[in-house]
């Protein structure tokens, strides 16, 4: 960075419906993994912090869960997840799944942006999925929406657009030393990453029926100079989901421990002892207090009272 240059520094918050790409995004701009990827919608239930790092920038992308009519505890913070994290922002940063056409969650992503008083960028994403003939007009029909500071197409799987899409975001911060140290690339603690990564791949090895029912909770997490030992409970809310996730002799849970161990051990650059469990919680989503255990932010509010 040039000594005249002054240091950028802000957050981002991406907004969007569900599967319209967010995790995907903070995963590709930020590196590496901080958020998990699946083919089910509303799969990030947290906000979820990835940060940036460039010689004369640091942006902290805030993912989101995907914006939805909640119907449940679950759903309700999930949706108030949203709303505290676009709260305090630099940039706000709308992303659309350019492939299918607008629904009532992307107005709702876009009534948010025109509410939005800084910098605002529509996403959309993608573009890999459509023809480029369609692109332009898209765009056009998009820029009548709001008055957005860039309407920046992109694609978050091929990385296409992240380039421009990061110069621009950058262009668009607030002149401040940085918030995190520069070799920190998400501010989650690595005992939720571990629920977060055996989540993914439940999700990965699992049927319809199971995805929105599981949840996991890391019982103990002890660290070592060379082994990391972490016990984990895999929660489901009924007996038929329960066999799923076993799988015939324990072949399927087998299966999910052994990939979540190894991403475990690549995330932790040590070997990882990993024992998980499957449980019944009947209609655990419809339960606040079991629902607010989800958010790693209180998890540590509790382990710092114990």
């Known amino acids: 960075m040039s000594p005249h240059m002054p240091f950028k520094s802000g957050f981002v918050a991406l907004l969007g419906r569900p599967n319209s790409g967010k995790s995907t995004l903070v995963n590709q701009l930020v590196g590496r993994k901080v958020a998990i990827v699946s083919r089910h919608p ?20 805030i993912d989101t869960p995907g914006l ?5 505890p679950l759903g309700r913070q999930m949706m108030e997840e949203v709303k505290m994290a676009l709260d305090g922002i630099d940039v706000l940063a709308v992303l659309l799944d350019s492939s299918v056409p607008l629904g009532p969650d992307d107005r709702a992503a876009l009534e948010h942006a025109r509410r939005f008083r800084g910098p605002r960028f529509l996403l959309p994403n993608k573009i890999d999925l459509i023809p480029k003939a369609t692109l332009l007009p898209l765009i ?42 520069a070799d920190l690339f998400t501010d989650q603690p690595e005992r939720f990453l571990a629920a977060e990564f055996l989540r993914e791949k439940v999700l ?4 319809q029926e199971v995805p929105h029912a599981v949840a996991v909770l890391v019982d103990s997490f002890e660290e070592g100079p060379r082994l990391v030992r972490i016990r984990a409970t895999v929660y489901v809310e009924r007996d038929g989901q329960k066999a799923i996730v076993i799988g015939r002799g324990g072949t399927m849970l087998k299966k999910i421990g052994t990939a979540a161990r190894k991403e475990l051990e690549e995330l932790l650059g040590v070997k990882v002892f990993l024992e998980v469990y499957v449980k019944v ?21 509790h382990m710092s009272k114990e």
């Not at 990965?204 to 049927?207: I, K, P, Q, V």
Request: a positive charge; hydrophobic letters at 40%.
């Open 42 to 61: 509303q799969t990030t239930r947290n906000r979820i912090q990835g940060i940036v790092n460039r010689p004369e920038a640091q942006i902290v992308l």
């Open 204 to 207: 990965a090895a699992t049927r």
């Open 281 to 301: 919680q009947r209609n655990w989503r419809q339960r606040p207090a079991l629902v607010r255990q989800l958010d790693w932010r209180r998890q540590l509010e």
């Open 68 to 72: 939805h009519k909640p119907d449940s």
């Open 140 to 181: 056009d029909s998009l820029s009548r929406e709001c008055d957005f500071a860039g309407i920046i197409p992109i694609s978050a799987l091929t990385g296409n657009g992240l380039a421009l899409l990061l110069d621009r975001l950058i262009a668009h911060l607030p002149e401040a030393p940085p918030y995190f140290p």
